[in-house]
T-cell receptor, first 113, second 114 residues
Framework: QQQVKQSPQSLIVQKGGISIINCAYENTAFDYFPWYQQFPGKGPALLIAIRPDVSEKKEGRFTISFNKSAKQFSLHIMDSQPGDSATYFCAAPGGTSGSRLTFGEGTQLTVNP | NAGVMQNPRHLVRRRGQEARLRCSPMKGHSHVYWYRQLPEEGLKFMVYLQKENIIDESGMPKERFSAEFPKEGPSILRIQQVVRGDSAAYFC????????????FGPGTRLTVL
């Protein structure tokens, strides 16, 4: 089984600031850790993902930092923009074959102009 | 290439009625997953299907819920005798291979039970 714990539940930052969301997982059998972004009324969309052969992955303003020994990974949003306001979910593979994704509870990010 | 399609987008049912949610995967995708999102919560896995087969239904409630993915046509999530606690957003994701790193989500069906 897989358990994923995400924090904080909500986050408010000013435009241009750094948003940081944290995630902890239990099952180390799999090697893929994604972050999804969800806008109200929409489905989750893959934002960025990391495999544990690297400790950090950067795509534009979004960075995942991965700490394998602590079983934690985090999302950093640099130069946060009002358009980044959304709910963010971390996830990790679970189930016997890892085919399902186990999601965190979500972080509602608000970026004030 | 069209994305994952779900219909209806909004569904209102009275208690005791049946709800049928449809999911058409992306072209070339033969693996479908259903997730449920209760208000203010994360997504919870329900069932994983491949064409004509249920691979993993460990997240599905034991009663009233069923899912199928026939050889032809969309995947169907069926909820019989709906109750107010079934009100949620139901998301379908599809994958070409069943790999966990290739799941693409649809826009969801928002079910409201009166």
């Amino acid at each position: 089984q897989q358990q994923v714990k995400q924090s904080p539940q909500s986050l408010i930052v000013q435009k241009g600031g750094i948003s940081i969301i944290n995630c902890a997982y239990e099952n180390t059998a799999f090697d893929y850790f994604p972050w999804y972004q969800q806008f109200p009324g929409k489905g989750p969309a893959l934002l960025i993902a990391i495999r544990p052969d690297v400790s950090e992955k950067k795509e534009g303003r979004f960075t995942i930092s991965f700490n394998k020994s602590a079983k934690q990974f985090s999302l950093h949003i640099m130069d946060s923009q009002p358009g980044d306001s959304a709910t963010y979910f971390c996830a990790a593979p679970g189930g016997t074959s890892g085919s399902r994704l186990t999601f965190g509870e979500g972080t509602q990010l608000t970026v004030n102009p | 290439n069209a994305g994952v399609m779900q219909n209806p987008r909004h569904l209102v049912r009275r208690r005791g009625q049946e709800a049928r949610l449809r999911c058409s995967p992306m072209k070339g995708h033969s693996h479908v997953y259903w997730y449920r999102q209760l208000p203010e919560e994360g997504l919870k896995f329900m069932v994983y299907l491949q064409k004509e087969n249920i691979i993993d239904e460990s997240g599905m409630p034991k009663e009233r819920f069923s899912a199928e993915f026939p050889k032809e046509g969309p995947s169907i999530l069926r909820i019989q005798q709906v109750v107010r606690g079934d009100s949620a957003a139901y998301f379908c994701a599809s994958s070409p291979s069943g790999r966990y790193d290739e799941q693409f989500f649809g826009p969801g069906t928002r079910l409201t039970v009166l």
